[in-house]
């Protein structure tokens, strides 16, 4: 039996509030269990320099947790003057997760930032802020369209991503921080909803794992990310629809 008594191929209870933020072209508080993530889009009339002038746009993000996200404190990165190389890690995976499926010609020359918060970890950061980022870009983008800027969405699809790891238990979906802590092998996966990969990470703790137990894995990230795809939807047409 996993800790929280789920079975091996069941997610977390997810919930995405498109509502929280009171400024941000696009918003989306994102929970997955005890996983907390508050995602907003930003949007700005120009590019970073080395694409002016080329008549494409660009989508970016930046990743922190906040001190208490953790079960001790954690320093602010602010006040050691410079990231950790994980927070850079990430963040990076979000923006490429991103442009992965953004008609960046479409969107011409603005740039969108997203900006993930962790406000509470519990495992799968990484993974509910690219799932919540495209809830909140969806968001940003609709508005641009609404407001006449760009006469159709620069999307190319959704993406979303989900962890999956081989514990005690066998190969289970979407590790919580007491799974994470102590699996054999944690893998994430960012795949788009018309089955495509964005990126695989797969880490062994100790012993190599098989061809057959990644297999295991995909199959039920696949599971995973169409409960996800499911609930992005659902939030995109509650916040445009009322």
């Not at 400024?23 to 970073?48: D, F, Y």
């Not at 508005?143 to 514990?167: D, E, I, N």
């Amino acid at each position: 039996m996993r800790p929280s008594g789920r079975l091996p191929s069941e997610m977390r209870t997810i919930t995405i509030d498109t509502s929280f933020s009171h400024h941000a072209e696009g918003c989306a508080l994102i929970r997955v269990g005890g996983t907390e993530v508050l995602c907003t889009a930003s949007i700005e009339n120009r590019v970073p320099p080395f694409l002016r002038g080329q008549g494409t746009g660009w989508v970016t993000a930046e990743y922190g947790m906040l001190p208490r996200a953790t079960h001790s404190r954690g320093s602010r990165e602010a006040a050691k003057g410079k990231q950790s190389g994980r927070t850079q890690e990430i963040q990076r995976l979000i923006g490429r997760s991103l442009r992965a499926v953004t008609d960046l010609k479409a969107l011409g020359e603005m740039s969108i930032t997203l900006d993930c918060d962790v406000l509470n970890a519990d495992g799968g950061t990484r993974c509910a802020s690219i799932t919540g980022a495209w809830v909140a870009l969806r968001l940003a983008l609709g508005k641009l369209v609404a407001s006449g800027a760009l006469p159709h969405l620069p999307l190319l699809g959704q993406v979303a991503a989900v962890s999956c790891g081989l514990t005690e238990t066998g190969a289970v979906l979407d590790l919580d921080y007491a799974e994470d802590s102590t699996a054999a092998a944690d893998t994430n996966f960012v795949l788009t909803a018309d089955r495509r990969i964005v990126e695989i990470q797969g880490t062994a703790e100790e012993t190599p794992f098989t061809e057959d137990a990644f297999n295991e894995l995909f199959t039920l990230a696949r599971i995973g990310v169409s409960t996800l795809f499911d609930a992005q939807t659902a939030a995109v047409t509650r916040a445009e629809n009322g």
